[in-house]
């Protein structure tokens, strides 16, 4: 049986209790070690996913730097209290769009394609956007197509009209009016429109009437039954009795009766109608024509070429002498008429120069 000192308990417990004291100590240090945050970039730290998207031409500005290509970036950002953040940038293409159109054009028009005018056929690249704000390229084909084109000629009688494109049409003269086709370019149709002459004012001379006009066929008539004078067809009559007389001419398929005009026999030139007493002067004229007459009322002054054209209309108030001036008009013979109420008369007049 071995010996053990009393005081070996004690020094046991002794040691015993400091060893635990040390562990626990030593397991506290531990705990507090792995609660408490260490001050490092790990720590603090903070990750960013984003996505960009450009057009293939443009350009993003990222991490102090501008970028073209597609693909993923990386950069590190410090905040004021000085922790970090990472940020991933995904940068993506958006496409241009490409197309191709076949447009047809009709010759003389023009196409209007969003702003751009074309009025020419051929090959256009046109640049729009796109919805999404990138260039849109267009390539445009224009073909042309032929107007159908057609001419015709037309006589008319005068004193008719034709309607023709959007008005009517009672005079010589070249024509073009387009008119619009379904599913094709328009029609362009040029018209030549002849009138034939049928009309003219009936000239008083000493011994009968004359009308400056060509035509095929005439025929004096008695008024007011428009009986035929016997042997009176060309354009000038000699006559034996004073009365009203008309004159029918026929020209290229055309027939019109002329106004009756009375016929006197005298030395004047004058033809008058219930008297009215007028005096015109000087006659031939070149600058001033002078009508002298008891008028009491507005009168109505023509003066008519040997086409039946009226060059001269004017209502004037009545005065002793009228003044009609003829320096506008071209040389020749015309015929002056002058009505005042149911009062009229004629008389052929000459200007010279």
Known sequence: MSFVPTNFYTKMNT?????????????LLVQTAESTPLRSTVACAY?????????????FYFNNAWLKKEGTYDATFQDQ???????????WHMPNS??????????GQSLDLGGHVISEPGTYQLHYKASWGC???VLVQVQGLPSVKTSIKKSLCEGDSLFFGTKWLHENGVYQSSFARSGACDSVVTLTLEVTKTRSPIIKETEGLYAAIPADAYQW??????????????????????????????????????DCTYFSKNTTGIETED????????????????????????????????????????????????????NGLVKGKYIIRISEKNQQVKQAIVVVK
């Open 15 to 27: 040691l015993i209790s400091k060893a635990w004291v040390f562990a626990l100590g030593f397991c």
């Open 275 to 326: 008297q009215i007493d007028v005096s015109i002067y000087p006659n031939p004229v070149s600058e001033t024509l002078h009508i002298r007459g008891a008028f009491s009322s507005t009168v109505h002054i023509q003066l008519i070429n040997m086409l039946g054209q009226t060059v001269v209309e004017d209502f004037v108030q009545p005065e002793y002498i009228l003044l009609i001036d003829v």
């Open 47 to 59: 990750e960013n996913n984003a996505e960009a998207h450009i057009c293939t031409s443009d350009s």
């Open 221 to 258: 008539l008695i008024c007011p039954g428009y009986f035929p004078v016997p042997n009176a067809t060309e354009s000038r009559v000699t006559l034996s009795e004073a009365g009203n007389y008309s004159l029918r001419v026929e020209n290229k398929g055309c027939i019109d009766t002329l």
């Open 81 to 91: 209290n000085g922790c970090d953040s990472i940020v991933h940038l995904a940068l």
């Open 135 to 137: 260039d849109s390229v």
């Open 98 to 107: 490409y197309g191709e159109r076949i447009m047809y054009l009709c010759e």
